[in-house]
């Protein structure tokens, strides 16, 4: 206990500082990784005038979980659905900077003098742009929404990736001290191995265990399984070789899939935002000025060579891709700098021993300055693209604008490029998941049986017996499963001479099960016994039960599926009432003046309208938005009355226009926000009705018409005359023909409307 003392008064100094030049930094409207950096650098040992952290191990391991919880939330932020809609355009332009700054940082390193080491961690340094710092940028500049917004954020999802892959190559290298192409290769196919057999496995439990408990999971609950499952996933991803960050990283990316994402993300920002904090402030307490001034010259240059170097990359990786020059331009001036990555890198250098000390205050320098001119690199980025066109001539520019007309092109995707997808998709996944099983009963299983049957046949008949029990549907997979019905039967069909590419490709993948089996059986058996008993024992069993390995494999395909695309679906369900409305109020041009979506938005527990009704907030009559629901806890409420109260975390759903919204926004003071409980929103739908014999409603006011409580719905808007009336008054009377847009239960207001 005698450290807990200098631990407290590290972690008070640490924090009390980074407060104030946060605050700082919030009033001149700069990074607060900026801010906690030179917090550090205040407590740090290099500035003797100020007070002076003690205790540097401590504050070292609590930097190491922060990095944990950084990567952690980066991964909840990522999916690997977003990876694979950021398109082609987006990867090519990463691949093409990524490549293109590491190689010539790695050459920079060496022109400078440094150690090859040092030069390479350089490279990986450079590999990624900060997408704090962009996001912060683009919302300064209101630019988040143009076209070339979405490319600079899907390079951004695909450099991540690549970092994280690019550190555990460098921690590989660093440790081995060796550059065999066939030891990379086999940590990039261990890598990506292990990678897609979490990601399968994590998709098939995870989501269904929170689904399981989601009527036990409370918010306290939920980020305690959450920061569980992401520390225990840390010391699975170290147990096989790889780093803590990936660990980190893999089960935020696994949870970003499931339909509790958002609101894990929501509940570890502040564990995240706290260690992170300490994180970047260690960061800061290695800045030595004595070093940055003797490296002056190097951060000049690593500057200068991310300013042009990621600029250019970027832009000729966008040119390449389809974009077109003005895009292009603007996508590489919004990429020019580096970002926390860059110190998470050069701190793995340090933690291994194989960088030397300055390389991180050259990061730090380097990181700083091109973090201010980020701003005005977007902010110039048009009059940039016009220098270029008087620059250039003017047959490149035609040729330039006639390639991206032509790569941008959406051609249809051939039979034989979906039935060959599919394929690979069989073999990769049951692939992946009989190679786990294989390990797992070589490694485990059977040394398990070995040390507690004496008997070598009888134990390795029993191990046999298991490992194929659980691998035999998957074993049917790959050797039976069709692929695409509708395309395999159009080219089998159709076209004659495509039998006989089929059938190389049906042989292959049955040739691939019976080795995998043949291997796994050897591994048990002698070679004799493998090919003259087991395997035939195999195969007849397969083909015996085909049908049911058959069923119980597209259950558990089924089950995957359903995991995989839950919160998308969740996201989808709740997205609906927004996408009816907008349907029934724009179908035809005559309908633009109605402008109204309807926006989810949660009640912030410290607002002032908390525990008031409807009725007392008036906000119908004063922005003339309508609420369509409230959603509290499991609870719906459709159409809420004017005695209904807000309570806090409340959702809301709230229609309007854009011009009511941006005046209603402030009031209501809260973000928008999706809520992905599993209420049936689908329901709630806006439907029109038109007054005639049948209704009924002619001669009622709006209020004594009864259809609030008929339909359980809000009535939004009519139409008389050509005549358009938004929010009607309670007291207007109904008239023959007039068309009554109302917001409610599906099923009741087509009651309503047939009867």
């Known amino acids: 206990m005698g450290h807990l003392p200098k631990l407290i008064e590290d972690l008070a100094l640490i924090l009390i500082v980074a407060a104030v030049t946060t605050l700082l930094f919030r009033r001149i409207k700069q990074p607060l990784v900026l801010g906690y950096i030179i917090a550090g650098f205040l407590v740090g040992p290099h500035l003797s005038i100020t007070p002076t952290v003690v205790d540097t191990t401590n504050v070292k391991t609590l930097a190491e979980i ?56 350089l490279g990986g340094m450079l590999a990624s742009s900060s997408t704090t710092i962009i996001i912060k940028a683009f919302d300064e500049l209101g630019v988040k929404t143009k076209q070339y917004a979405r ?24 440790v081995t001290k060796q550059f065999e192409g066939t030891e990379m290769l086999f940590t990039v196919g261990k890598l990506l191995f292990f990678l897609m057999l979490w990601f399968i496995a994590g998709i098939f439990l995870l989501p269904s265990l929170l689904k399981k408990a989601k009527n036990l999971l409370d918010e306290e609950t939920l980020l305690i399984l959450a920061i569980g499952l992401c520390l225990g996933m840390v010391v699975i991803a170290t147990q096989v070789g790889f780093s803590a960050e990936l660990g980190a990283f893999i089960m935020g990316s696994i949870l970003a899939e499931t339909t509790k994402a958002e609101k894990v993300e929501h509940l570890i920002k502040p564990v995240k935002d706290l260690f992170g904090a300490i994180f970047f402030v260690s960061v800061g307490m290695l800045i030595d000025p004595l070093t940055i001034m003797e490296y002056r010259w190097p951060v000049l240059w690593i500057t200068l060579l991310v300013l042009f170097g990621k600029f250019f990359s ?54 700083a300055i091109t973090t201010f001119t980020t701003p005005y690199m977007i902010r110039f980025s048009p009059k940039v693209y016009e220098g270029i066109l008087k620059i250039l001539p003017e047959k490149w520019i035609i040729n330039l604008n006639n390639y991206a007309s032509s790569t941008q092109n959406i051609q249809a995707e051939s039979n034989w490029k979906k039935v060959f997808r599919s394929y690979l998709n069989i073999a990769v996944s049951n692939g992946i998941i009989l190679l786990a099983l294989m390990l797992l009963s070589i490694n485990f299983l059977q040394p398990f049986l070995d040390q507690n049957i004496e008997n070598d046949i009888l134990s390795s008949s029993i191990g046999l017996l298991i490992s194929f029990g659980a691998a035999a549907p998957f074993i049917w997979a790959l050797i ?43 591994k048990l058996f002698s070679a004799m016994v493998a090919i003259l ?47 009816i409305l907008r349907k029934h109020f724009k179908p035809e041009s005559e309908l633009v003046p109605w402008e109204a979506h309807m926006v989810d938005m949660q009640v912030d527990q410290n607002a002032d309208f908390i525990g008031k009704n409807l009725e007392e907030l008036a906000w119908r009559e004063k922005y003339g938005v309508n609420i369509a629901y409230i959603k509290r806890g499991d609870k719906l409420i459709y159409a809420p ?30 973000t928008e926000a999706i809520d992905t409980g599993e209420y ?35 009535i939004i808007g009519i139409e008389r005359n050509q005549e358009r009336i938004l929010n009607p008054n309670s007291q207007m009377v109904f008239e023959w023909g007039d068309i009554v847009w109302i917001v409610g239960e599906r099923k009741k207001i087509q009651q309503l409307n047939a009867t």
């Not at 939330?73 to 355009?89: A, T, Y």
């Not at 695909?158 to 460098?170: A, N, Q, T």
Request: glycine share 8%; hydrophobic share 50%.
């Open 151 to 174: 490319v600079v954020f899907g390079v951004l999802v695909v450099e991540d990736i690549v970092v994280i892959l690019l550190m555990v190559l460098l921690s590989t290298v660093a």
């Open 680 to 714: 049936d929103v689908e329901d709630i739908v806006v439907q029109k009705i038109v007054v005639d014999e049948h209704n009924k409603l002619k001669g009622h006011t709006v209020r004594n018409s009864g259809i609030r409580e008929r339909t359980n719905g809000l």
């Open 641 to 670: 009355s004017r005695f209904n109260k807000l309570l806090p975390f409340d959702h809301v759903g709230i229609i309007s226009t854009d011009e009511q919204m941006q005046q209603f926004k402030p009031v209501f003071d809260a």
């Open 66 to 121: 922060g990095v944990i919880f950084l990567l952690f939330s980066l991964g909840l932020e990522f999916s690997f659905k977003k990876l694979m809609r950021v398109g082609g355009s987006a990867s090519i332009t990463a691949f093409v900077e990524i490549i293109f700054i590491c190689t010539t940082g790695y050459f920079a390193g060496q022109w400078m003098g440094w150690s090859v080491m040092d030069s390479l961690f």
């Open 480 to 522: 039976a499963k069709r692929p695409g019905k509708l395309g395999y039967k159009e080219l089998w069909l159709d076209k004659e001479y495509s039998r006989g590419p089929l059938l190389v490709l049906e042989i292959a993948r049955v040739i691939i099960g019976l080795l995998i089996m043949g291997f796994w059986v050897n």
């Open 314 to 367: 970027t832009a000729a990786g966008a040119l390449l891709s389809g974009q077109p020059l003005k895009q292009s331009v603007q996508v590489g001036m919004s990429m020019a700098q580096i970002g926390e990555f860059a110190f998470i890198v050069a701190s793995l250098g340090l933690s291994l021993g194989v960088t030397s000390d300055f390389l991180f205050p050259v990061a730090v320098g380097t990181s």
């Open 533 to 579: 008993i087991a395997m035939p024992l195999i195969v007849v069993v397969l083909m015996l039960f085909s049908q049911r390995l058959q069923r119980f494999y597209q259950r558990l395909e089924g089950r995957f599926l359903s995991n995989f695309n839950a919160r998308e679906i969740a996201e989808e369900e709740n997205a609906y009432s927004e996408k």
